[in-house]
DNA sequence: CGATTGACGTACG
DNA sequence: TCGTACGCCAATC
């Protein structure tokens, strides 16, 4: 393959497409909206959303997408999103360290050591509570 | 620009 | 069952 032309052309490339930047927040848009749709006193994990929204592997993403789930309106129930393990990993990233088992203990969820107990119980799987 | 770092989870020995 | 390795990918150093 011959690339003709000899001028030396810098062409600038994008750094990010629109097209990148909806998907982007369209992901975060739809960990949002699956966050919000957990009932009340129930809990799921960060790899069954990922799971729900196609990326099974990208589960490190949907705690990412958590980062900025303080900021975004209307609020997200993020102390609902616990690891697989009904761990609360995310903690440290609340006001302050106890607010997470605070919420959860609000919604009638005992916590004892940052380990979610009856985890199996009220773990809520939006694959297979919801049809979308 | 390459290396490192995570609110994670699965695979493998 | 436990520890290690690796995939994931944006952000940060």
């Given at each position: 393959m011959v690339i003709a032309g000899g001028e030396n052309l810098l062409l600038e490339i994008p750094?990010?497409?629109?097209?990148?930047d909806n998907s982007l927040e369209s992901f975060f848009n739809q960990v949002y909206a699956v966050v919000r749709?957990?009932?009340?006193?129930?809990?799921t994990?960060?790899?069954?959303?990922?799971?729900?929204?196609g990326t099974a592997r990208s589960s490190r993403m949907?705690?990412?997408?958590?980062?900025?789930?303080?900021?975004?309106?209307?609020?997200?129930?993020a102390?609902?999103?616990?690891n697989r393990?009904?761990?609360l990993t995310g903690k440290n990233h609340f006001s302050t360290s106890t607010r997470m088992e605070e919420l959860l203990a609000q919604e009638g969820i005992?916590?004892?050591?940052?380990?979610?107990q009856d985890f199996?119980?009220?773990?809520?799987?939006p694959a297979a509570e919801l049809a979308i």
């Amino acid at each position: 393959m011959v690339i003709a032309g000899g001028e030396n052309l810098l062409l600038e490339i994008p750094t990010m497409t629109a097209a990148e930047d909806n998907s982007l927040e369209s992901f975060f848009n739809q960990v949002y909206a699956v966050v919000r749709l957990i009932p009340k006193g129930r809990v799921t994990s960060y790899g069954a959303i990922a799971k729900y929204l196609g990326t099974a592997r990208s589960s490190r993403m949907v705690g990412w997408a958590m980062n900025g789930s303080h900021t975004v309106r209307p609020k997200v129930p993020a102390h609902r999103v616990v690891n697989r393990n009904g761990l609360l990993t995310g903690k440290n990233h609340f006001s302050t360290s106890t607010r997470m088992e605070e919420l959860l203990a609000q919604e009638g969820i005992d916590v004892k050591n940052d380990q979610v107990q009856d985890f199996k119980r009220l773990y809520w799987d939006p694959a297979a509570e919801l049809a979308i």
